[in-house]
């Protein structure tokens, strides 16, 4: 799967971090779209579901765990990768069970979401 064939989903309810993580992959010619709640996220699964999900942990309405939880309970084998400020004790290993191929901290560095995302759209083909 090439980078430009790539449809990556970025959730997150704050819009500064939307916008750089956006602009981050589209510098790297990854098709990006951004969605400010989880909710958004599951109305536009009807044109195209992503390859690959960025999501928040900590968001009001529905957190990126309840996320995961909804698509699993729906048939949808996303991969996902989780993004978090607040690193909890037992998170990363909930959010691995629950389907997240990768755990990353705010401020997450470049090549890690980057070797992520190559990871996750490895996983799902």
């Given at each position: 799967m090439?980078?430009?064939?790539?449809?990556?989903?970025?959730?997150?309810?704050?819009?500064a971090v939307l916008k750089a993580l956006e602009r981050l992959l589209k510098a790297r010619s990854i098709d990006a779209r951004s969605y400010p709640s989880g909710r958004q996220f599951l109305a536009s699964l009807a044109e195209r579901p992503p390859d690959c999900l960025i999501v928040d942990l900590h968001m009001p309405e529905m957190t990126g765990l309840e996320l995961q939880r909804n698509l699993a309970r729906q048939g949808l084998r996303i991969p996902t990768i989780v993004i978090t400020a607040h690193d909890e004790a037992g998170m990363r290993e909930r959010c691995e069970a629950?389907?997240?191929?990768?755990?990353?901290?705010?401020?997450?560095q470049d090549t890690s979401l980057l070797a992520a995302i190559d990871e996750a759209c490895e996983t799902k083909r």
């Open positions: 090439t980078q430009l064939s790539r449809q990556i989903a970025i959730v997150d309810d704050d819009p629950g389907g997240a191929v990768a755990y990353l901290t705010k401020p997450v």
